[in-house]
T-cell receptor, first 112, second 115 residues
Framework: AAGVIQSPRHLIKEKRETATLKCYPI?????VYWYQQGPGQDPQFLIS???????DKGSIPDRFSAQQFSDYHSELNMSSLELGDSALYFC???????????FGSGTRLTVV | AQKITQTQPGMFVQEKEAVTLDCTYD???????LFWYKQPSSGEMIFLIY????DQQNATEGRYSLNFQKARKSANLVISASQLGDSAMYFC????????????WGLGTSLAVNP
């Protein structure tokens, strides 16, 4: 079935550690968006890719980087983690109908 | 700048009744899309309904309908015959058609359906 797979679902890291979040659109999609949703907050746009090139950049810290690979999966790399990075991280691709977007189930990152 | 405003942090509704969740937006672009998403406590983001800026009729999807008033820049979500499973956060979002088509989100409304 079509969808977006994110891994891991949950991640606990210590401050100053690094984390890598992965996103696998099924089927492959040329466009992917990353959002960060802090506790009790609305999602915030981080970064997007089209055809493996960065297409837009939002409120993404310099400690974060992302990439869309040749097989169209995407990864969000986060370094020097801070307590404030604790959030739910979504990736999303444009939907095939209803003009909607299909979201992955998210990765819940907890920094301790 | 584009903006979505949801003024209701929390709402209560009795099971089987209808409820309206408010959403106003601000944009200078003539072309845009408006969305409603449901986020249950599990955290997943579930697409509910879409309204395009040029659509003449209000969107409907089952028990969900969107009261689109373009002149007032409002896109309220109406949920009819509320069910206990409707208890969740509801986000209104706008697609930025002029720039990469990313979504701009409101702060959300927490809906509680009482039995």
């Amino acid at each position: 079935a079509a969808g977006v797979i994110q891994s891991p679902r949950h991640l606990i890291k210590e401050k100053r550690e690094t984390a890598t979040l992965k996103c696998y659109p099924i089927p492959r999609h040329d466009t992917v968006y990353w959002y960060q949703q802090g506790p009790g907050q609305d999602p915030q746009f981080l970064i997007s890719f089209y055809e493996k090139m960065q297409s837009d950049k939002g409120s993404i810290p310099d400690r974060f980087s992302a990439q869309q690979f040749s097989d169209y999966h995407s990864e969000l790399n986060m370094s020097s983690l801070e307590l404030g990075d604790s959030a739910l991280y979504f990736c999303a691709v444009p939907g095939t109908s209803n003009y909607g977007y299909t979201f992955g189930s998210g990765t819940r990152l907890t920094v301790v | 700048a584009q903006k979505i405003t949801q003024t209701q942090p929390g709402m209560f509704v009795q099971e089987k009744e209808a409820v309206t969740l408010d959403c106003t937006y601000d944009t200078s672009d003539p072309s845009y899309g408006l969305f409603w998403y449901k986020q249950p406590s599990s955290g997943e983001m579930i697409f509910l309904i879409y309204q395009g800026s040029y659509d003449q009729q209000n969107a409907t999807e089952g028990r969900y309908s969107l009261n689109f008033q373009k002149a007032r820049k409002s896109a309220n979500l109406v949920i009819s015959a509320s069910q206990l499973g409707d208890s969740a956060m509801y986000f209104c979002a706008m697609r930025d058609d002029g720039n990469n088509r990313k979504l701009i989100w409101g702060l959300g409304t927490s809906l509680a359906v009482n039995p």
